[in-house]
Nanobody, 122 residues
């Protein structure tokens, strides 16, 4: 069992940056690939980024590639999403999730946090 808690969301102007954190508790955090997803009102939950259990592999959704960076610190049970050059269309609730396989498919993710709101004003 893994418990996840996101933090770092807020309101930012377009072009600005935010840093989201996901703190994990429970056993065997380093055995899980980790991902970030987001969901805007009226839209499906969307893949943002994923990182392998050791951190050597990362993968990004097309809409955030080159602007967002995912990283992890297994010693601290922490996953970070650094978001730069934010756009109004990045506005959504952002969720941290844990998965067995390294995947962009949300169906592969077993554990989810409660989400943190990110709002980008134009």
């Amino acid at each position: 069992q893994v418990q996840l808690a996101e933090s770092g969301g807020g309101l930012v102007q377009a072009g600005g940056s935010l840093r989201l954190s996901c703190a994990a508790s429970g056993r065997m955090f380093s055995n899980y690939a980790m991902g970030w997803f987001r969901q805007a009102p009226g839209k499906k939950r969307e893949f943002v980024a994923a990182i392998s259990w050791g951190g050597s592999s990362t993968y990004y959704g097309d809409s955030v590639k080159g602007r967002f960076t995912i990283s992890r610190d297994n010693a601290k049970n922490l996953v970070i999403l650094q978001m730069n050059s934010l756009k109004p269309e990045d506005t959504a609730v952002y969720y941290c999730a844990a998965s067995g396989p390294f995947s962009s498919d949300l169906r592969e993710y077993d554990y989810w946090g409660q989400g943190t709101q990110v709002t980008v004003s134009s």
